[in-house]
């Protein structure tokens, strides 16, 4: 993979409160999971900011009135390269972390792996589409652990 690959995974942070380790690697590794799953990537804006931020961005554009740990919206059309944005709560994240008993940055792999999956047109809204996108996320998180992150 190229520096120039590389970029079209950005991170972008409207919340300054943790630090994300590995940037390269992890850009890497978003990128393979692309391509593992057989598609090609414009760009992906991974945007990290507040419960607030993303539960105003959920009433407007999704008419949801609940918080939320990620919302993804895709601009590309179908067959073509992905182009998203992909906002992810902190606060959310460090929640969900305590509650599901993971630490901070690998409930963070999941959420990030879980967008990243959305775009792959995985879905969970059922409980068949939930098991195997869980699945997803398990393998994928299995696969980057070991390759020098700490979870």
Known sequence: MTKRDIKKIRFHYLNQSFYLPNRTLLKTFILSLFEKEGFEVQEVNYIF???EYLLELNRTYLNHDTLT???????????????????ISIERVRENAVFYKNSFIQELYRVLFHGALHLCNYGDKT???TVLMRRKEDSYLKAYVPRGTQA
């Open 69 to 87: 740990d990620i919302i993804t919206f895709q601009y590309s059309e179908a067959f073509q390269p992905i182009l998203s944005d992909v906002y």
């Open 127 to 129: 409980k068949k589409e």
């Open 49 to 51: 900011c507040s419960d």
